[in-house]
């Protein structure tokens, strides 16, 4: 089943365009590459090769339930060798580069929150290169080839937590809001190319992840917090983000839309 009405994936605007994803094969990365196949769009979906058999079963799920289609690039967003192949499976495999949606993140790995005082430079720079070295590189590595074909669009995943900071994982919290710095720098600068830059804030999502470094009490009160008081899923960012990708937002760069069920407002 789709994880998008009908009318909705309709309305994206997004039918045959060709989108990557990085950090495509856990569950908020899946949720993205099964919403733009839903929309008619193609996708590149971007994980490590130790991910490589949960990636296939996802983008062969995501072909079947169309109309889109879905291939797997394996890759380490923080390797420029690596995207550069990326960037030339897509073209290849679809002749065409309009999305890069910089999902990939150093999260689940963060095996426990400790106070800054005890992060290792190790751990600091661990996170740094995924989520912000390996965001600079991708939109380094598609931004000629979307010039080429008349421009695009990039959304960034940020975090809420770099904007209101978070206790125990201060390397995680400085990268999101190095992020929203980048993705601005980036707006100015690729703008005369006909390339939007934008990103998306995600609040804390009730998955796997989140309850690997979270206490169950930590989630409740993070859901109850919310002026949309509820858990966070994994789907409550994909209009968001169809948006962004899409000419629906045709004239907005530069922004960062904060999705958290009104926990923080900008």
């Known amino acids: 089943m789709s994880v998008l009405p009908m009318r909705a994936a309709s309305l994206a605007g997004l039918a045959g365009r060709t989108v990557i994803v990085t950090g495509a094969a856990a569950e908020i990365g899946s949720a993205y590459v099964r919403a733009f196949t839903a929309?008619?769009?193609n996708v590149v979906a971007v994980d490590l090769l130790r991910s490589a058999r949960q990636a296939l079963a996802m983008t062969r799920a995501a072909t079947r339930d169309g109309p889109g289609r879905a291939v797997f690039a394996p890759a380490d967003v923080a390797s420029e060798s690596d995207w550069r192949?990326?960037?030339?499976?897509?073209?290849?495999?679809?002749?065409?580069?309009?999305?890069?949606?910089?999902?990939?993140?150093?999260y689940r790995k963060i095996s426990e929150k400790r106070p800054l005082t005890d992060l290792v430079v190790e751990e600091w720079d661990d996170v740094f290169a995924v989520n912000v070295r390996g965001t600079w590189l991708g939109i380094r590595a598609v931004a000629p080839t979307m010039t080429d074909f008349g421009g695009g669009s990039v959304v960034n995943v940020s975090s809420v937590v770099g904007r209101i900071g978070a206790v125990g994982f201060a390397h995680y919290v400085a990268s999101k809001a190095a992020v929203e710095g980048l993705t601005r720098a980036a707006a100015r600068e690729l703008g005369g190319?006909?390339?939007?830059?934008?990103?998306?804030?995600?609040?804390?999502?009730?998955?796997?992840?989140?309850?690997?470094?979270?206490?169950?009490?930590?989630?409740?009160?993070?859901?109850?917090?919310?002026?949309?008081?509820?858990?966070?899923?994994?789907?409550?960012?994909?209009?968001?983000?169809?948006?962004?990708?899409?000419?629906a937002s045709a004239f907005v760069t530069g922004q960062t839309v904060i999705v958290d069920g009104g926990q923080v407002f900008s």
């Open 193 to 247: 190319q006909r390339i939007r830059v934008n990103a998306i804030a995600p609040g804390l999502v009730d998955n796997d992840a989140s309850r690997s470094l979270n206490t169950e009490s930590y989630l409740t009160a993070s859901a109850r917090a919310r002026s949309l008081a509820r858990p966070m899923q994994a789907n409550d960012l994909v209009g968001p983000l169809l948006w962004l990708a899409s000419p």
């Open 39 to 41: 929309t008619g769009a």
């Open 85 to 106: 192949l990326v960037v030339e499976r897509t073209v290849a495999e679809f002749g065409a580069l309009d999305v890069l949606v910089n999902n990939a993140a150093v």
